[in-house]
Nanobody, 125 residues
Framework: QVQLVESGGGLVQAGGSLRLSCAAS????????MGWFRQAPGKEREFVAA????????NYADSVKGRFTFSRDNAKNTVFLQMNSLKPEDTAVYYC??????????????????WGQGTQVTVSS
């Protein structure tokens, strides 16, 4: 089992940047594919990005491609989401998630076994 704790959210103006972090407990961090999802008020949780177990490949939602970068440091049991050129529509609670499924870069909510508590990102116009 793994516990996930996100940090780095906050309020930023449109066009600005934020870097989210997600720290994981446990000694088998590299056995998990990792993902970021977000959920805006009144909307379903949606996929943002995923990264393979050793960070060799990533997958992004079209809405963030070219603006967000997902990386991981297995030695520190941490993943990072660098978010640039933020838009008001990026406003949401962002969740870190870990997957034991076979897919290298899962993009569906049900493919993830463990979730963090979320961190709020608010982008003002």
């Amino acid at each position: 089992q793994v516990q996930l704790v996100e940090s780095g959210g906050g309020l930023v103006q449109a066009g600005g940047s934020l870097r989210l972090s997600c720290a994981a407990s446990g000694r088998t961090f590299s056995s998990y594919a990792m993902g970021w999802f977000r959920q805006a008020p009144g909307k379903e949780r949606e996929f943002v990005a995923a990264i393979s177990r050793y960070g060799g490949s990533t997958n992004y939602a079209d809405s963030v491609k070219g603006r967000f970068t997902f990386s991981r440091d297995n030695a520190k049991n941490t993943v990072f989401l660098q978010m640039n050129s933020l838009k008001p529509e990026d406003t949401a609670v962002y969740y870190c998630a870990a997957s034991t499924k076979l897919a290298p870069r899962p993009s569906l909510v049900y493919e993830y076994n463990y979730w963090g508590q979320g961190t709020q990102v608010t982008v003002s116009s």
